[in-house]
């Protein structure tokens, strides 16, 4: 049975930067927590970075800075580097990540002006895990998922 690796915050736990989460109510969702197939996962929690924290985005140059200005890239590549340890770990090959987080978007993030400017992007956990041959899915592709993990 294929192990998924899921965005912490779309389980319900309150670890986004705002101390909140973005729970994602879906039948497919409920069914692999019961089947015990959902490892939950934070990056950025990972990564060391506490709850609450700064709203960061990735820069021009591919460093993440938060809204104060601080650097915070090492946080978040260490948090990246677990994430694909976990998966090799467990032989995952595929996760469900949040969009549009400078960890976990898979299609879009924030431009890094802090303006609340979307782009076409990934995050650095979901690039680290698409670059070794992991696929990625947002919460907006559980459907495309399912077709892979059946």
Sequence with gaps: MNKILVSSCLLGEPVRYDGSSKPLLHKLLTL?????????????????????????????DGSVLTVSGDDV????????????SICTKNQIK?????????????????????QGVKVSGLGLTAKLLEENGIRVFSENQIESLYLKVI
């Design 32 to 60: 692999w927590q019961q089947q015990g197939r959902i490892i939950s996962f934070c990056p950025e929690v990972a990564g060391g970075l506490p709850i609450p924290r700064d709203a960061a985005e990735i820069v021009s």
């Design 73 to 84: 890239t090492k946080e978040f590549e260490l948090g990246a580097k677990k994430a694909l």
């Design 94 to 114: 595929f996760a469900l990540l949040k969009e549009g987080s400078p960890s976990c978007g898979r299609n879009e993030i924030y431009d890094g002006s802090h």
